[in-house]
Structure formats: structure tokens, C-alpha cells
């Protein structure tokens, strides 16, 4: 209870607003960052005449301590203060703006007046300039985060196109989107998620081109959160799902900027989270997550091969392994003889069912995948030669599994990798053992129900009020002209319409260009 009523105590002191007082302020905010030992904070009398007491402290490490000395410490130390007439409010007011104006040589300020924004902007790496006499505070913008540079893409590489990614910067990842897109019409609110974490969030849009439905959903989601901690932009994508029984993302995340400003241009928007190196985008549909970056920088033909494989590889994810055990268990028939011969041949002295024969590879692949994602780079990648083929070898020279089912289920983890989105893979992953589950219980017609039951879910899936299977299901709501951008990509001198995510009224991208 002292330790509640203690915290509860302190709540009620971050609540308050800024005193003229200069010293119950700074009894204040030691007592709120008590036992913060990375705080830095520095009392003195500023001014020739040093008759004014000032107060400046911030978080060590996460500002810059050369810019505080240069341009906040030296100029208050060595001008002239003047005195004013008048209440003390007043001559606290002009104080303020006097030194705002000329003293201080920089242009982020701002004048906070609650204690609480004074508390939150030390520990967001800013730092607080305060005044005897003054009502308010001084903002000074000094973050400096200790974060890596910008490097290349790891998850969605590319051959062409650009080789940039995003960071753990939140800053920094709006400059390589502000870059790609300079128009006065991408906007960039800032927000705060998270009651201890302070998170910032940064939510992108062009303007004229997002559907206001959408943006006012997302900002009002956004608002609603109470969270204790966003830690990633994973945290937020979980806390801002509309339906959560699908193993289907509502969001797309994506590392590289290009990708990004292509989203926006769309009519989309973006959720960029600080200490994240992902960035969110939505509304979303099914094919969305079958685009990659290089397919607008290929050309067409290229581009429409390369995604017809992707889709082709998707079906194989999902059912290539309960195909197998459909038709090898239940329906032979369908199969051609010297086919079905080879497989009982194969299986001569298999001790398993096929269905367990299945399971225990699709398994053990499960494992060597998560085991190659947690070691090292070098080691991750030895990890997953040596189990594919030494363990592979063994477990069939065993006579544990056949040749037949190492073959499908590589078949499988190849197909799942030619998606070039990872949360979608994952969503195959999981279906492929519900499929397995029904081919294993009915058969053929088990595998063509679970295709049926897969088809409704998705039908019925909305992204931000967008149809998941967008324009499949909807085509009327888009006219037809979200096709040339779907299985097939054709020219861009032929794709003159934006996407149905953009704002009725402006779809046309191309000048002159007729749809």
C-alpha cells in the first residue's frame, strides 16, 4: 500500500502544471524521476548580470550534449537579460519570449505549461529550459538515439530497384518517404501509444487521394489505445486488428521505403512506429501480399510470370501435402497406374501411415526453420543445408519416411518461400496443417471442402471496410480496372487508374492517359 500510495502520489504530481516558482518545479521533477541517475540537470543564474535562476535538464545519452552546450548553455551564460515591468506573470511571459527570440540558437522549441508534457518530452530525449518567474517551460528539441544507419533490405531483397531500408528511427524513416514523395500533400501526424512506453507513432497519408472513412477508423483505433508498452509496430498491428480469428493479416509491413511511397500514392496509409524497422500499411487485400517492390521496376512480361508463380506457389503451400495423402490413402483411382506403383514401391517397409509419415517430416522442417531463424546468420544457413539433407538421407535410409514425401514436402517449403510476404507465409503454414487434418479424415472430397471453407473465410474478410478479395468478389466496385494489377501486371502506360483503396474521385494517376 506505501508503495501504491507512493506512485499514486507522484501521478497526482505529473498532473499539475508548471509553477512560477522555479524551485517547487525542480522539487518536482526530482521527485518524479527519482532515482533516475541518467538525468542531467543543471541550476544557474544566466545573464552579465546573473539575476535571472534557470533550470536545464535532460536524459544523458538520448540528447546532444555539444548542441546543448553551444546553443543553449554559452548564449544564456553570456547575454544580457533585460528586466521588465510589470506582475510576475507577465515579466515570466516576456522572459521567454525574449529568450526564445534572442538568445537561444535554434528553431524546435516549444512552450509547454503541464508538468506532465514536461516530464515526457526529458524522457523522449528532449530537453527542458525553465525560468524563475515563468509559468511555462521551454521545449528544446535535442534527441539524438543511439540507432543504426540505413542498410539494405534483409527480408524483401530485391535484384532491381532501390537497395535502402527502414531503421529503428522514426524520424529517419519519414525522411526516406518524404524523399520519394515531395509533395506538400503527405501529411504526417505524430501520435503517442503506450501509458509507461510513450511510443511515437507517425500516421502517413496523401491528402487528396485517402478515403476519409478509412482515416478516420484508424485514427480513432489509434486513439483508443491503452496499452502499457508498444514495443514494435507488431504490438500496434495486434492492437488495431478488426477481426483476430483469422490467421490472415490486416496489415501489410514492409522494410523498404519504396514500397511504402508506392502504398501512398495509392491512396493508403502508413504507421510508422518508432524502435520499429517495419512500417504498417493498410487497408489491405489478397494480392497485395503477392506484389513485390522489383515487378513495377521489371518489365510486364517478366512481372506477370514471376507473380502467376507466386500464386501458383501459394496452392502448393497450402495443399500440395494433404493433396498427397488424399489421393495415396483414399483415391488411387485418380492417379495414373505407374504412378500409384511408384509410390507403394517407395513405401515398401515405411513402419508409419502416410498421414504420420507427413506430419513427422512437415515437422521436423518446422523445426529446422525456426532453429535456422534463431542462430546466427552463417550458422542459420548451415542449420538448414545439414537437416535437408543429412537428416533427410538418414530419416529415409531409416526406412522412417519415403522418397515421396521428402520430395513433396521440399516441393512445399520451396512454394512457401516464393511468397514474398512473410505474414502471409506464415498464415500458410498453419492452413497446411488444417488441410492435412481434413484430407487425413475425408479424403478427396476433405481437401475440396477445406478449399471451400478457405474461399468463404477469405470472402468474408474486410480490411478497413475494403473486401479482402478485392476485385474478385467486388469487381463492380472497382469497374473492372483493379484487374490490370492483379494476377497479371500489364504496362504502366496501361494502369492510368489507381487502386479502389484511393479516394472516389481521384483514381486517375496518368495525365492524358485514358482507362
Known sequence: MILLDRFHGRDQKIKGRVSRQLSKNIFLVKEILKDCND????EFACGIDRDHSAYLCYIDGLAKTDMLEESIMRPLLHCRLEHYEGTAEVKGRKLLQFVEKEVLEMADMKELSQLEDVVTQILSGNTILMFQGAASAIMISSKMFPTRGVQAA???VAIRGPKDSFSESLRTNTALIRRRIRDS???V?????????KTDIALMYIDDLVRPDILYSIQNRLSHITMDGILDSGMLEQLLVEDWRTPFPHFQHTQRPDKTASA???????????????????????NTFFQASDDYYNRWEAATFARILR??????????????IAAANFHTEILPTSLILSFAQARNGIPFPIV??????????????????RLPGQLGGTIGIVGGLIVGQAAVDAGIVSTIVVIVVSLTAIASFSIPNETMTTAFRLLKFGFIAMAALWGIYGFFLAWLFLAIHLSSLESFGVPYLMPTVSGTMAAGKDHKDYHFRLPLSGMNERPYFTKKGARIRRKGGKS
Open 39 to 42: 538525468l542531467v540537470e543543471k
Open 154 to 156: 534483409d527480408q524483401e
Open 185 to 187: 500533400r503527405l501529411k
Open 189 to 197: 501526424e505524430q501520435k503517442t501509444a503506450g501509458e509507461r512506453s
Open 264 to 286: 501512398l500514392l495509392e491512396g493508403r496509409i502508413v504507421l510508422v512506429v518508432d524502435n520499429s524497422p517495419d512500417v504498417l500499411i493498410l487497408p489491405v487485400t489478397w
Open 311 to 324: 500464386y501458383a506457389a501459394a496452392f502448393l503451400a497450402i495443399g500440395l501435402p494433404a493433396f498427397y
Open 356 to 373: 504420420v509419415e507427413v506430419l513427422l517430416m512437415e515437422l521436423e522442417f518446422e523445426l529446422l526453420r525456426e532453429a535456422g531463424i
